[in-house]
């Protein structure tokens, strides 16, 4: 069956760094795409990142613009989120997707598969 398992979140103060893994099985990893959500209590689930099959479409929210760097390694069958500068406000539960069609997509109903997600907390 298809399971995506996200890695990688934690506590880390304002300013810090954390890299997030999305580890991908029962699918063919190359063919989709893959993106990023997040979800902060009591608000809605934002789009943060998405990137396509072969890495040639790159997609990032303004509020992470600059910041985050999504990343794909086929061969793992992984997708990364490395995240640097985190401010308070990117607290939130981290979610990865999948995508059958392979585009990358800012919305979540487009995607056929989630991960669990992992907790990310940035104190100020």
């Known amino acids: 069956q298809v399971q995506l398992v996200e890695s990688g979140g934690g506590l880390v103060q304002a300013g810090g760094s954390l890299r997030l893994s999305c580890a991908a099985s029962g699918l063919t990893f190359s063919t989709y795409a893959m993106g990023w959500f997040r979800q902060a209590p009591g608000k809605e689930r934002e789009f943060v990142a998405a990137i396509s099959y072969s890495s040639g479409t790159i997609d990032y929210a303004d509020s992470v613009k600059g910041r985050f760097t999504i990343s794909r390694d086929n061969a793992k069958n992984t997708v990364y989120l490395q995240m640097n500068n985190l401010k308070p406000e990117d607290t939130a539960v981290y979610c990865c997707?999948?995508?059958?069609?392979?585009?990358?997509?800012?919305?979540?109903?487009?995607?056929?598969?989630w991960g669990q997600g992992t907790q990310v907390t940035v104190s100020s």
């Open positions: 997707a999948a995508r059958r069609t392979g585009w990358a997509s800012r919305r979540f109903r487009e995607y056929d598969y």
